[in-house]
């Protein structure tokens, strides 16, 4: 069983802006979300003795594991971190919000709209490279039997979830991953679990 966590919100959330392999600090209000997800993560958990805790090496997403896990009771050095996790790389987008990026990359940004799929961000990674990654990490979960709860990003748990779900491209597209909330993988199918946080 999967639980994917998308980190908390951070400063350049509310502002628009692509993070990617960048970096941002988590909101208060993340920090709020962070610790309603381990709350609520401790009681569906309650009992399950096999929990691996595993989270993107972005600040961000440390962050919000980190948080989880002391809400879990659990160690912090049993926190592990996998680059298979990270959010897909904008490359020289990373930073800018999308009206920058129509304006200082016309020709790419029309580019990417026609072939959202196929596209490279310049510098950066295309959909066939995040799914192949994502693949290699779903397999290695599925070895290790448990629960495993992953933190991670939108577009990184998009990919996650269309494969695990077998989903057409362009329905993958259209997963959305809101903060503040836990997406559970079992059994073929998927549960939208809605934290409420104070």
Known sequence: MIFLVRHGETIWNTEGRRQGRGDSALTERGVAQSRAVGQLLQQLLAGEKRIAL???PAGRSRRTAAIIAEALGMDQDRVQSSPMLEE???GDWQGLTDEEIAEQFPDQW??????????SYPNGESYP???SRVSAWMDSVEDAGGVTIAVTHQWTSR???GQYLKLPKQEMFELMHDHGQIVQLHNGEEK???????
């Open 110 to 119: 029309r580019q990417r709209q026609l072939n959202r799929w196929g596209f």
């Open 129 to 131: 490279l995040i799914c």
């Open 54 to 56: 595993t989270t993107s």
């Open 192 to 198: 939208l679990i809605k934290v409420e946080t104070v």
């Open 159 to 161: 990919v996650i979830r």
């Open 88 to 90: 897909m790389d904008f």
